[in-house]
């Protein structure tokens, strides 16, 4: 079993992660912070009721355990790193955002796309760092052109992000820590221009990203556009060849809806290609707190310590 530690479940996406570890079936969920101390974990995280006795822990210490995954905001994570002292053999994953534009960097932390990065989390990560929700749903849509050395002209973004991301009450011109949407939009961009030019070298081309807030709760959708030259079953087939092996992207024939997605660990991608204009348009969507969140967050765990990708991340769709 690995023994797991999760710092701040008042955050959404760390009450998303502990709804899933607590039924995740090679974890104990060791202990879990939060502002209420003292409290029972079910009066905080909705929809555990019967299925976890853990209180609530303060900041003092905890016990050992394996991996910790940082939720809270991340103007708050270097405080939580140096008052937790881990061991150096404590993982650590982090939800944050905090390191997202440092992995490449030579340090010690590794960027958590596991479509891109599955032998490097496998055989030689220790501290992984999260994708941003909206550079990830971005990175998923271009990937496979990416990784074949098609992306050469300049990539429009336009993203849609539930509510969910930004947390009850949060004013919807903010990032859920409270950073201005601009500035968030701008570090988003800029994470998914790196990432780019990581998988293809030659990548030179100029990324243009908005990021709008919409009603839908936990949707998260990207249409990318670029330029490409192949036609358009050849790019099906690019995209199809790429993500064969990978358990979490699906090619889909019509574009995906909320219900599609929601409450599971997928990202579903449909592809729309004008052979005249030689446009091709790719439209992404994933669940915001898994996929795009917590469900990114266990799958990195799942590869750091062998385990099957899929493991505790068979999740029910809402149908609706």
């Given at each position: 079993m690995i023994d797991v530690g999760v710092c701040d479940c008042d955050h959404p996406r760390g009450a998303e992660l502990v709804r899933i570890l607590i039924n995740h079936p090679d974890v104990e969920l060791k202990w879990v912070t939060g502002s209420n101390a003292g409290q029972p974990i079910a009066r905080v995280v909705s929809g555990i009721v019967g299925e976890c006795?853990?209180?609530?822990?303060?900041e003092g210490p905890l016990d050992e355990?394996?991996?910790?995954?940082?939720?809270?905001?991340?103007?708050?994570?270097?405080?939580?790193?140096?008052?937790?002292?881990?061991?150096?053999?404590?993982?650590?994953?982090?939800?944050?955002?905090?390191?997202?534009?440092?992995?490449?960097?030579?340090?010690?932390?590794?960027?958590?796309?596991?479509?891109?990065?599955?032998?490097?989390?496998?055989?030689?990560?220790?501290?992984?760092?999260?994708?941003?929700?909206?550079?990830?749903?971005?990175?998923?849509?271009?990937?496979?052109?990416?990784?074949?050395?098609?992306?050469?002209?300049?990539?429009?973004?336009?993203?849609?992000?539930?509510?969910?991301?930004?947390?009850?009450?949060?004013?919807?011109?903010?990032?859920?820590?409270?950073?201005?949407?601009?500035?968030?939009t701008e570090e988003q961009r800029q994470e998914v221009a790196l990432v780019l030019q990581q998988c293809q070298s030659s990548f030179n081309q100029p990324v243009e990203m908005s990021i709008t807030p919409v009603d839908g709760r936990r949707w998260l959708a990207v249409t990318a556009q670029v330029r490409c030259g192949m036609d358009g079953d050849s790019v099906r087939q690019l995209y199809e060849e790429?993500?064969?092996?990978?358990?979490?992207?699906?090619?889909?024939?019509?574009?995906?809806?909320?219900?599609?997605?929601?409450?599971?660990?997928?990202?579903?991608?449909?592809?729309?290609?004008?052979?005249?204009?030689?446009?091709?348009?790719?439209?992404?969507?994933?669940d915001l707190l898994l996929k795009g969140s917590a469900g990114t967050a266990v799958h990195m765990m799942n590869l750091l310590f062998g385990l099957h990708e899929r493991a505790g991340l068979a999740l029910k769709g809402s149908g609706c």
């Open positions: 006795d853990l209180t609530l822990s303060s355990v394996d991996v910790v995954f940082l939720c809270q905001g991340r103007q708050h994570v270097d405080a939580c790193l140096q008052a937790l002292a881990l061991p150096p053999t404590t993982r650590v994953i982090d939800l944050s955002g905090s390191h997202n534009l440092d992995t490449w960097s030579g340090g010690d932390w590794t960027y958590g796309l596991g479509e891109m990065q599955r032998r490097v989390l496998v055989h030689d990560a220790h501290h992984v760092a999260v994708p941003g929700n909206a550079a990830a749903v971005a990175l998923l849509a271009l990937m496979p052109m990416a990784r074949n050395l098609l992306v050469n002209s300049p990539v429009k973004l336009e993203v849609d992000m539930g509510a969910a991301a930004f947390g009850d009450g949060q004013v919807l011109s903010t990032d859920p820590d409270g950073i201005p949407l601009e500035r968030w790429y993500y064969d092996d990978h358990n979490f992207v699906f090619m889909v024939d019509r574009r995906p809806v909320a219900a599609d997605v929601e409450n599971t660990n997928k990202c579903l991608i449909y592809l729309d290609k004008d052979d005249q204009t030689g446009m091709l348009t790719v439209h992404a969507m994933m």
